[in-house]
């Protein structure tokens, strides 16, 4: 298969060890700022989402705005202030890069924190006899995983009484049973990135698309601020989205200004189908980064699966949105065909993963036995050795933990292996197209019970299942993704071997303040009053028990027999366009859009897609690399203008108390 650098001249990759390093990196003033940013941007994502609900900066996206919005604050006004003070003061280029590595390991914690409070309570405040699934699940999961106490969850969710005290005790146990599982997965899968990190950037030459922004911003000038900053083409790239969200938030506070529509659909297949044409700027402005063949592979190969989906729909054979009854609504919209179909996809892109990495991997190999190696590892940010002890300690931690939660062993290994595949695809897909908005088709857990059937799990096992949606839902909170962007970053960081000590403690730091921020603001507001719909509607506070787990506790499920066909078909496709992809150079289709042709996000950002495409065809086209490289900080603006102007505001909601503010409707919308 060729790479990013041999098919498309997006941006100059530097021969390996050309990169210029700063010998400053981790030093103790940026480990102590990015922990002190770390915690006020968990603090602050938060209340903007619960109390202000104002735009969705924390994410939607493998992109943090939240992270760029502070890393914007500190490049153009906090750190050339602080160099004006007194030079010494301003934070040197390496510094920054480690803060942001932090910031970029951070996400993952925060999503996934509100997640194990609310799938851990959320069955418990919505069981009622109409709701029988739910209601069934309470006696089954283990007190050591869910908060235990009188009135420790109703009051969660209502707000405390008069005089009432947050009951910090019952939470003690769950919080760190469920925080030392997530801090030890995400330990694997930095690891899992460490051994991956020089295949993927050195030999398969990955651009890394999403890291460009942040690089952009932090390229080494003559000034204080980077020279992507002086250019005209940003300027004009921050006015586009900055009109608009500037027009739509203020809308909110004066209904008579007009709005700048940005999109609309059409129904087809007898109105079973949405086709939208919406403009998304953060999608448009970052497909212009991927590799023409993929943004191509993107739209093309999603619109086909619409077509094929839409068939379904109309002879009844299908799903387009809602329970199928054999995978959840998150897993491609419903339809178990286009959902297994997507995981032989996930399988073979694995395999061939593997295949391609083979002669890297054995030498890692060799460096962990001590052997003989050509790699060197002294710029990672831990050893090899130390990877792959990090990998297996930590999956037996893992799979120890899954037992005792009440799983069988067989299980617990199948549930761990198809989970790693899925993290591992998609960190593959993002580093290599920079797709912002990437996850799995099929979610682990929903894999293994098709696989074996819901007979094979214990009624405690199923109900744990269901609780670690926290970690097999694969939207925002899969940390290998911004795991190998980290590792990209830290590339260009003189002193790296502490780096690890600093995500781990970004992540710990993260899911502590975030824990602390959730549950303060739901005893003292009352979950339901303030933070719709993720308390109040039990599609979202009990999502994986009303949509697939809980109805198997009801009616045990046997092996889906008919699933394996359907993933060998999804294998044999993918195996396929990955053959005619090395076999044929004119192959236009890329085989790691196969993934991403099923799920909803790549639905509503199709549009944007196929704009990048066409103007990033024409631009080569007419001016060629020189023309494309000229263009970049146009879209850099663009990307800067929407996470600038969706910061401000919420930041303004603060202020006057106005709730859901919206310049941009997050993935959603943009109409």
Request: with cysteine.
């Given at each position: 298969?060729?790479?990013?650098?041999?098919?498309?001249?997006?941006?100059?990759?530097?021969?390996?060890?050309?990169?210029?390093?700063?010998?400053?990196?981790?030093?103790?003033?940026?480990?102590?700022?990015?922990?002190?940013?770390?915690?006020?941007?968990?603090?602050?994502?938060?209340?903007?989402?619960?109390?202000?609900?104002?735009?969705?900066?924390?994410?939607?996206?493998y992109m943090d705005r939240g992270a760029l919005f502070v890393l914007f604050l500190l490049v153009v006004a906090v750190n050339p202030?602080?160099?004006?003070?007194?030079?010494?003061?301003?934070?040197?280029?390496?510094?920054?890069?480690?803060?942001?590595?932090?910031?970029?390991?951070?996400?993952?914690?925060?999503?996934?924190?509100?997640?194990?409070?609310?799938?851990?309570?959320?069955?418990?405040?919505?069981?009622?006899?109409?709701?029988?699934?739910?209601?069934?699940?309470?006696?089954?999961?283990?007190?050591?995983?869910?908060?235990?106490?009188?009135?420790?969850?109703?009051?969660?969710?209502?707000?405390?009484?008069?005089?009432?005290?947050?009951?910090?005790?019952?939470?003690?146990?769950?919080?760190?049973?469920?925080?030392?599982?997530?801090?030890?997965?995400?330990?694997?899968?930095?690891?899992?990135?460490?051994?991956?990190?020089?295949?993927?950037?050195?030999?398969?030459?990955?651009?890394?698309?999403?890291?460009?922004?942040?690089?952009?911003?932090?390229?080494?000038?003559?000034?204080?601020?980077?020279?992507?900053?002086?250019?005209?083409?940003?300027?004009?790239?921050?006015?586009?989205?900055?009109?608009?969200?500037?027009?739509?938030?203020?809308?909110?506070?004066?209904?008579?200004?007009?709005?700048?529509?940005?999109?609309?659909?059409?129904?087809?297949?007898?109105?079973?189908?949405?086709?939208?044409?919406?403009?998304?700027?953060?999608?448009?402005?970052?497909?212009?980064?991927?590799?023409?063949?993929?943004?191509?592979?993107?739209?093309?190969?999603?619109?086909?699966?619409?077509?094929?989906?839409?068939?379904?729909?109309?002879?009844?054979?299908?799903?387009?949105?809602?329970?199928?009854?054999?995978?959840?609504?998150?897993?491609?919209?419903?339809?178990?065909?286009?959902?297994?179909?997507?995981?032989?996809?996930?399988?073979?892109?694995?395999?061939?993963?593997?295949?391609?990495?083979?002669?890297?991997?054995?030498?890692?190999?060799?460096?962990?036995?001590?052997?003989?190696?050509?790699?060197?590892?002294?710029?990672?940010?831990?050893?090899?050795?130390?990877?792959?002890?990090?990998?297996?300690?930590?999956?037996?931690?893992?799979?120890?933990?899954?037992?005792?939660?009440?799983?069988?062993?067989?299980?617990?290994?199948?549930?761990?292996?198809?989970?790693?595949?899925?993290?591992?695809?998609?960190?593959?897909?993002?580093?290599?197209?920079?797709?912002?908005?990437?996850?799995?088709?099929?979610?682990?857990?929903?894999?293994?019970?098709?696989?074996?059937?819901?007979?094979?799990?214990?009624?405690?096992?199923?109900?744990?299942?269901?609780?670690?949606?926290?970690?097999?839902?694969?939207?925002?909170?899969?940390?290998?993704?911004?795991?190998?962007?980290?590792?990209?970053?830290?590339?260009?960081?003189?002193?790296?071997?502490?780096?690890?000590?600093?995500?781990?403690?970004?992540?710990?730091?993260?899911?502590?303040?975030?824990?602390?921020?959730?549950?303060?603001?739901?005893?003292?507001?009352?979950?339901?009053?303030?933070?719709?719909?993720?308390?109040?509607?039990?599609?979202?506070?009990?999502?994986?028990?009303?949509?697939?787990?809980?109805?198997?506790?009801?009616?045990?499920?046997?092996?889906?027999?008919?699933?394996?066909?359907?993933?060998?078909?999804?294998?044999?496709?993918?195996?396929?366009?990955?053959?005619?992809?090395?076999?044929?150079?004119?192959?236009?289709?890329?085989?790691?859009?196969?993934?991403?042709?099923?799920?909803?996000?790549?639905?509503?950002?199709?549009?944007?897609?196929?704009?990048?495409?066409?103007?990033?065809?024409?631009?080569?086209?007419?001016?060629?690399?020189?023309?494309?490289?000229?263009?970049?900080?146009?879209?850099?603006?663009?990307?800067?203008?929407?996470?600038?102007?969706?910061?401000?505001?919420?930041?303004?909601?603060?202020?006057?108390?106005?709730?859901?503010?919206?310049?941009?409707?997050?993935?959603?919308?943009?109409?």
């Amino acid at each position: 298969m060729t790479t990013a650098a041999e098919t498309d001249p997006n941006v100059r990759i530097p021969e390996p060890g050309a990169a210029a390093v700063d010998r400053d990196g981790l030093t103790p003033r940026a480990f102590g700022i990015g922990l002190v940013l770390c915690v006020l941007m968990c603090v602050g994502l938060t209340y903007n989402r619960m109390i202000t609900q104002g735009s969705f900066i924390g994410g939607g996206y493998y992109m943090d705005r939240g992270a760029l919005f502070v890393l914007f604050l500190l490049v153009v006004a906090v750190n050339p202030l602080l160099g004006v003070i007194r030079n010494r003061f301003a934070l040197t280029r390496g510094e920054l890069l480690a803060i942001y590595t932090m910031f970029l390991i951070l996400l993952p914690a925060w999503v996934m924190t509100k997640p194990v409070i609310l799938y851990t309570t959320g069955v418990t405040y919505h069981a009622t006899p109409e709701l029988r699934h739910i209601e069934v699940v309470p006696p089954h999961m283990l007190p050591w995983l869910v908060p235990q106490g009188e009135g420790i969850v109703k009051e969660l969710y209502e707000g405390l009484p008069k005089g009432g005290s947050i009951p910090w005790l019952g939470w003690v146990l769950p919080l760190w049973s469920w925080g030392s599982f997530l801090i030890v997965l995400f330990i694997v899968l930095i690891c899992l990135g460490v051994l991956m990190r020089r295949q993927w950037e050195e030999h398969e030459r990955f651009a890394f698309p999403l890291m460009q922004v942040p690089l952009a911003m932090l390229e080494p000038g003559r000034g204080r601020i980077a020279p992507v900053f002086h250019s005209r083409l940003l300027a004009a790239g921050f006015a586009i989205p900055s009109l608009v969200g500037t027009l739509r938030g203020l809308r909110y506070y004066f209904p008579n200004i007009p709005i700048i529509n940005l999109g609309t659909h059409v129904r087809i297949f007898r109105r079973t189908m949405v086709l939208p044409f919406k403009v998304h700027f953060l999608v448009l402005a970052y497909s212009y980064f991927i590799n023409l063949d993929v943004s191509l592979s993107l739209w093309v190969i999603n619109l086909v699966t619409k077509v094929i989906r839409g068939a379904l729909a109309v002879v009844g054979a299908g799903q387009t949105w809602g329970v199928s009854g054999v995978v959840g609504r998150y897993s491609s919209q419903g339809s178990e065909f286009l959902a297994l179909m997507g995981m032989g996809y996930i399988l073979a892109l694995a395999a061939y993963s593997l295949y391609v990495a083979r002669g890297h991997l054995r030498q890692v190999w060799e460096q962990i036995r001590g052997r003989a190696s050509h790699l060197q590892d002294s710029d990672e940010i831990v050893s090899y050795r130390s990877a792959g002890l990090g990998v297996v300690l930590g999956v037996s931690y893992l799979g120890l933990w899954l037992y005792q939660a009440g799983i069988s062993p067989p299980l617990v290994l199948f549930l761990l292996v198809s989970s790693l595949i899925v993290f591992f695809v998609m960190a593959r897909i993002v580093s290599e197209t920079g797709f912002v908005a990437t996850y799995s088709p099929l979610n682990p857990s929903e894999f293994v019970v098709c696989a074996v059937g819901s007979s094979a799990f214990s009624p405690a096992g199923l109900a744990t299942l269901g609780m670690s949606y926290v970690w097999t839902m694969t939207r925002r909170n899969t940390l290998m993704p911004h795991a190998m962007g980290a590792l990209r970053l830290a590339r260009e960081i003189g002193r790296k071997r502490g780096l690890v000590w600093a995500m781990g403690a970004a992540l710990a730091l993260g899911l502590v303040a975030t824990g602390y921020t959730t549950l303060n603001l739901g005893y003292t507001h009352g979950g339901v009053n303030i933070d719709y719909p993720w308390f109040s509607n039990v599609n979202d506070a009990a999502s994986p028990f009303d949509e697939f787990i809980g109805r198997r506790l009801l009616e045990p499920s046997p092996i889906f027999t008919t699933g394996f066909i359907y993933t060998a078909m999804g294998t044999a496709v993918a195996a396929l366009l990955i053959l005619l992809r090395m076999r044929l150079p004119w192959w236009p289709f890329h085989p790691a859009a196969l993934p991403l042709s099923t799920v909803w996000y790549m639905d509503w950002f199709g549009f944007s897609v196929f704009l990048a495409w066409g103007v990033k065809a024409i631009i080569l086209r007419v001016g060629g690399a020189d023309l494309y490289r000229k263009a970049r900080p146009f879209f850099i603006g663009m990307i800067l203008g929407e996470v600038i102007c969706s910061g401000g505001w919420s930041v303004l909601s603060v202020f006057t108390g106005r709730l859901k503010t919206w310049p941009f409707i997050g993935y959603w919308s943009s109409s």
